[in-house]
């Protein structure tokens, strides 16, 4: 039988939609009253902060990034420029996935692994929002039209016109200027990150590196509102930067390229100072290597070849090459005899062709195992005889011949402007108990008084010794710049001239090096000849290792790199000195044979005018004859 249909309940329907109807009305109000109540902090309580942080959205600052300072020579040739270059650069928040659109740029332009790498470090360092962060330098035009027309491809990346630093002189000038190069993350933490943003380049070696606070400039910016997706809408403030200031040299590029002619292919240094000011006038180191290739930022197969060289391209010698001065010293020490008064001019040592200490049969040989029998001072120095100055270092002792020659500035660094210099070491008794542990014996301050033993010196040190020697006494100490931006360097430290007790003490010692170059028996007469003004000058050649005692050395027996370095120092005119000229040859043997010829023919280059005649301003003054 079928059951009855039941009837709507039209009542209870009606109180269940008024119950639903009810409920919802509660939760809207409640949710009414909660975005009320949101909006209320926001823009009431929080009003000055929302509006900050919409602002800094809507808002930012970009960086201008200052151009750096020119550097010139002395006559104003270019020696570090800035040229025009399209860079790519990189604004993440724009980019959305950075990685994908990285990898697309690699796969656009060919690029190596070691690329796309250096991409990942670039993005990783610290930086504001919607900064661009600089990807690759110096776009050719191949690959900027690659990127216009990949440019759907690639959000976040553009094609930026900027300066970056350019040495038109390449290798030239690369141990002395220096170079730029990318920051790194290290030193990134250490600069200050508001003069350096927009910055992609910093100083790296030379002159670039100890200027960089001058040569660097101020930061500029602008103040652009942007949209969502960080196009910029319009410039609301422009600050230009302040540019870097222009560096003036003392250094001379026709002299420079002389001091590389006359050194050649040969590994080793000249450096040529004026005494009267202590400017380096040439400053070179052999091999050198073009510091363009560190702007853009060296491949690591480029960087590879330069720095497992065995020819070292990279060191530069004339700051940080040690080596031992060999008789080069020996005027300095003459200096020393004289002024302690365990000496004079006349006195006269007796040279068998050996020297003996009292109580020792150790034989400590002179370079002419004949000898030259009696000799005085003058006859000491023209014939680099080593028997007299091993009995004067003898006379002098370790302290006073170490503390005269701390007065040259050996041992210790000496220039105003290069912070690459090498302090070298003058070793002492304390020296030696602190670091070997052990007494200092008298042989030992005999070999130090030619120059051989712990002695090490820097090719610019010995420069510096000489031209104390040519000047008197009077510190100068060697520097680069010789105007940054208009004003000259200032010495904060300035060292203490030299005075002796008898002033003579220097022209004695001055004529025995002239005897050097220009008496018949001078060992360095052949460097002298034909020349249009006095030259004084004292050769040297100091062992790269050493020979047994009884043993004679022998350049067909000896590696080549274990050869004898060759060394010459000299200053010309004698009578007035102009330039101090200092030579360093890595195995050449011999320093009046090989080194001498150099010496003169910077000399020549800085003394003569284009007809091979001196140049009147260095033409006067009375020319003091030889000792006889």
């Known amino acids: 039988m079928p059951q009855p249909i039941p009837l709507k309940d039209h009542e209870q329907e009606k109180q269940l939609v008024n119950r639903r109807l009810l409920v919802c009305a509660v939760l809207t109000c409640s949710l009414v009253a909660v975005l009320i109540a949101r909006l209320y902090v926001l823009q009431v309580l929080q009003h000055d902060q929302q509006s900050a942080v919409s602002e800094n959205n809507r808002v930012h600052v970009l960086p201008i990034a200052p151009e750096r300072g020119l550097i010139y020579d002395r006559n104003g040739v270019v020696l570090a420029d800035n040229k025009p270059s399209f860079n790519l650069t990189m604004t ?129 910016y602008e103040e652009v509102e942007t949209n969502a997706q960080g196009r910029v809408m319009r410039v609301l403030r422009h600050q230009d930067p302040i540019p870097g200031k222009d560096i003036i040299l003392s250094l001379d590029v026709q002299l420079q390229q002389a001091a590389e002619k006359a050194l050649g292919d040969r590994r080793g240094s000249v450096v040529a100072l004026d005494p009267a000011t202590g400017d380096v006038l040439a400053m070179v180191s052999n091999p050198s290597f073009d510091p363009n290739l560190f702007v853009k930022g ?67 040989r002179n370079w002419n195992r004949s000898g030259d029998g ?33 007065e040259f500035g050996l041992g210790q660094k000496v220039s105003l402007d290069m912070f690459e210099e090498a302090a070298g070491l003058m070793p002492s008794q304390q020296w030696k108990r602190a670091t070997r542990r052990q007494a200092w014996f008298p042989g030992e301050t005999l070999i130090l008084g030619i120059g051989q033993g712990y002695m090490q010196v820097t090719p610019l040190q010995l420069a510096q010794a000489t031209s104390l020697l040519a000047s008197k006494g009077v510190w100068h100490r060697p520097h680069l710049a010789r ?21 003579r003490a220097w022209d004695q010692v001055s004529q025995g090096m002239q005897m050097v170059m220009h008496d018949p028996r001078g060992i360095a007469r052949a460097s002298a000849a034909g020349a249009q003004y006095r030259i004084a000058g004292k050769s040297g050649t100091a062992q790269v290792v050493a020979i047994r005692q009884g043993e004679r050395y022998d350049r067909n027996k000896t590696l080549e790199r274990h050869r004898d370095n060759a060394l010459f120092v000299g200053f010309a005119p004698a009578e007035h000195p102009s330039i101090v000229v200092a030579v360093m040859i890595e195995n050449g043997e011999a320093g009046g044979r090989v080194a001498g010829p150099v010496v003169r023919e910077v000399m020549d280059a800085w003394l003569l005018d284009s007809q091979g005649h001196l140049k009147p301003e260095y033409a006067g003054g009375e020319h003091a004859s030889p000792h006889s």
């Open 374 to 406: 009696w000799v005085d001072m003058y006859t000491a120095i023209m014939r680099s005889n080593d028997t007299y100055f091993y009995d004067l270092a003898h006379k002098l002792g370790i302290d006073r011949l170490h503390d005269y020659m701390a």
């Open 92 to 220: 993440r928040e724009r980019a959305g996935d950075s990685a994908k659109v990285l990898d697309s740029l690699t796969q656009i332009l060919g690029l190596a692994d070691d690329d796309r790498q250096q991409f990942n470090k670039d993005l990783r360092r610290g930086r504001k929002p919607f900064e661009p962060v600089t990807l690759m330098v110096g776009l050719s035009e191949e690959q900027i039209a690659l990127i216009a027309v990949n440019q759907f491809r690639l959000p976040g990346l553009d094609v930026e016109p900027q300066f970056i630093r350019e040495y038109p002189l390449n290798e030239h000038f690369a141990h002395s200027v220096g170079y730029v190069g990318r920051i790194n993350e290290k030193e990134a933490k250490t600069l200050d990150s508001t003069e350096y943003r927009g910055t992609q380049s910093i100083g790296k070696t030379g002159v670039e590196r100890f200027y960089e606070d001058r040569l660097h400039g101020h930061v500029g």
């Open 298 to 364: 060296i491949s690591f197969k480029q960087y590879a070849a330069l720095r497992d060289s065995i020819d070292r391209p990279l060191f530069n010698r004339v700051l940080r090459g040690l080596y031992a001065p060999g008789s080069t010293i020996k005027p300095e020490v003459a200096i020393a005899g004289l002024d302690s008064g365990v000496m004079t001019p006349a006195n006269r040592v007796f040279d068998p062709g050996y020297y003996e200490l009292p109580n020792y049969d150790h034989k400590y």
């Open 483 to 503: 105007s940054i931006g208009g004003e000259p360097p200032r010495d904060p430290h300035p060292m203490p001239d030299i005075v002796l007790h008898d002033k």
